[in-house]
């Protein structure tokens, strides 16, 4: 993520919560984590899967017009 003090501050702030350093360093957290994305929670925030999206793009253009219908070409 670009600019993830940014958008973590935007997010803590919004929920009304007040902002803790430890909202950068997530991955550092010593507690347990009973979640499948377990390996990913101990990661930093990573870039690798950014656009991927676009593999499938062709194969998702009938769904993509049904969610944003104003963009169907």
């Known amino acids: 993520m670009a600019d ?4 973590a501050r935007r ?4 929920c009304g919560l007040e902002w803790e350093p ?5 991955h ?5 984590v009973r ?3 377990v390996t990913q929670v ?8 950014v656009a991927r999206w676009k593999h499938y793009e062709a194969s998702l253009a009938e769904l993509f ?3 944003l ?3 169907a070409s």
Do not use: I, M
């Open 4 to 7: 993830l003090p940014g958008v």
């Open 11 to 14: 997010l803590v702030s919004w």
């Open 22 to 26: 430890a909202c950068l360093a997530f």
């Open 28 to 32: 550092e957290a010593k507690r347990p």
């Open 35 to 37: 979640t499948a994305s």
């Open 42 to 49: 101990r990661q930093p925030v990573y870039t690798r899967s």
């Open 65 to 67: 017009g049904k969610l």
């Open 69 to 71: 219908p104003d963009r």
